[in-house]
């Protein structure tokens, strides 16, 4: 497989959504999310499992209790096995299931909850794992301008500025990510927020939007979901603190919203990627995959 291959305008240090928020001189506009692998056309099917009731009895089979596994689809196994890879990465990571498992033993380091570290694995997937991107020099979905400063605002320790993000280890991506969330989150709580959520996906879903179109973003595109789904139910200020957090939180925790929730968000992500420079059709397949509940 090949990926997208989205490029980036604005050079090495910023995201896409940096023109969008008119913020040139830092904060959203430096944000990590490369996503150059976004365009990887692998497996169609959104889940590994059938139905809920079969994710659930997976995680049963492995240890886990209904309550446990969020009553959807199994967390990760007592045994410290890593979720599943995405169904739609499955194809780009045959014969690295090493680099997936070695990923999620890392985010064991960080001091990460389960929720979180079951987001960052979707992200790194999403991202393609440890793999450069082949027409700069992000990987991971770790962009040069991102890691440089967070290092620079002491957020990351251990790492030299100006480190390419190629030559990361294992441990320092995890060690990104979880930086990196706490700062985009920092208002709800930092990276931790996502351990209060009610299942995986809706952990993961939160953290692939944050992580592809930033907290600003990714916080026009719940509001705009959420008032689809609800309307009224919060203002549009594209701004995510709290109420975004907890409306998101409401709607995906609520059987009789979630769905619809699910999937207007993943039409209002592939609405906003489609203003960005450098958006291809890998960008709706990763919106979609994350539109199922499961």
Same mark, same amino acid.
């Given at each position: 497989?090949?990926?997208?291959? &989205?490029?980036?305008?604005?050079? @090495?240090?910023?995201?896409?959504?940096?023109? $969008?928020?008119?913020?040139?001189?830092? =904060?959203?506009? $430096?944000?990590?999310?490369?996503?150059?692998?976004?365009?990887?056309?692998?497996? !169609?099917?959104?889940?590994?499992?059938?139905?809920?009731? +079969?994710a659930a009895a997976a995680g049963e089979q492995n240890g886990q209790t209904k309550s446990q596994t969020g009553a959807n689809t199994p967390q990760s196994p007592a045994n410290g096995a890593p979720p599943p890879i995405p169904a739609n990465k499955t194809d780009l990571f045959k014969g690295r299931e090493k680099e997936w498992?070695?990923?999620?033993?890392?985010?064991?380091?960080?001091?990460?909850?389960?929720?979180?570290?079951?987001?960052?694995?979707?992200?790194? =997937?999403?991202?393609?794992?440890?793999?450069?991107?082949?027409?700069?020099?992000?990987?991971?979905?770790?962009?040069? =301008?991102?890691?440089?400063?967070?290092?620079? $605002?002491?957020?990351?320790?251990?790492? %030299?500025?100006?480190?390419?993000?190629?030559?990361?280890?294992?441990?320092?991506?995890?060690?990104?990510?979880? !930086?990196?969330?706490?700062?985009? @989150?920092?208002?709800?709580?930092?990276?931790?927020?996502?351990? *209060?959520?009610?299942? &995986?996906?809706?952990?993961?879903?939160?953290? +692939?939007?944050?992580?592809?179109? *930033?907290?600003? =973003?990714? !916080?026009?595109?719940?509001?705009?979901?959420?008032? $689809?789904?609800?309307?009224?139910?919060?203002?549009? +200020?594209? &701004?995510? *603190?709290?109420?975004?957090?907890?409306?998101?939180?409401? @709607? !995906?925790? +609520?059987?009789?919203?979630?769905?619809?929730?699910? %999937?207007?968000?993943?039409?209002?992500?592939?609405?906003?990627?489609?203003? @960005?420079?450098?958006? *291809?059709?890998?960008?709706?397949?990763?919106?979609?995959?994350?539109?199922?509940?499961?």
């Amino acid at each position: 497989s090949r990926n997208e291959g &989205r490029r980036n305008p604005y050079g @090495l240090s910023d995201d896409f959504t940096g023109a $969008r928020d008119g913020n040139a001189q830092g =904060g959203e506009y $430096r944000v990590a999310e490369a996503g150059r692998y976004a365009g990887t056309m692998n497996d !169609a099917s959104p889940t590994p499992y059938t139905t809920s009731k +079969d994710a659930a009895a997976a995680g049963e089979q492995n240890g886990q209790t209904k309550s446990q596994t969020g009553a959807n689809t199994p967390q990760s196994p007592a045994n410290g096995a890593p979720p599943p890879i995405p169904a739609n990465k499955t194809d780009l990571f045959k014969g690295r299931e090493k680099e997936w498992n070695d990923f999620y033993s890392a985010t064991g380091k960080t001091g990460s909850g389960p929720l979180e570290r079951d987001a960052y694995m979707a992200v790194f =997937g999403q991202e393609g794992g440890m793999q450069k991107d082949q027409e700069g020099s992000a990987a991971s979905g770790i962009t040069q =301008g991102t890691l440089d400063d967070l290092i620079k $605002r002491g957020k990351l320790s251990g790492i %030299q500025a100006g480190t390419p993000p190629s030559s990361l280890t294992v441990d320092q991506r995890a060690q990104f990510y979880k !930086a990196y969330f706490d700062e985009k @989150l920092h208002s709800v709580g930092g990276s931790k927020a996502l351990n *209060g959520l009610p299942d &995986r996906h809706s952990a993961q879903t939160l953290a +692939d939007t944050v992580y592809r179109q *930033g907290h600003r =973003g990714a !916080a026009e595109s719940i509001q705009k979901a959420a008032n $689809r789904v609800k309307p009224g139910a919060i203002s549009l +200020d594209m &701004r995510f *603190g709290p109420q975004t957090f907890e409306a998101y939180k409401a @709607l !995906a925790s +609520d059987p009789k919203t979630r769905d619809r929730f699910y %999937q207007a968000l993943a039409e209002e992500r592939w609405n906003y990627v489609q203003n @960005l420079p450098g958006h *291809g059709p890998g960008d709706k397949l990763r919106a979609d995959y994350f539109r199922n509940w499961r």
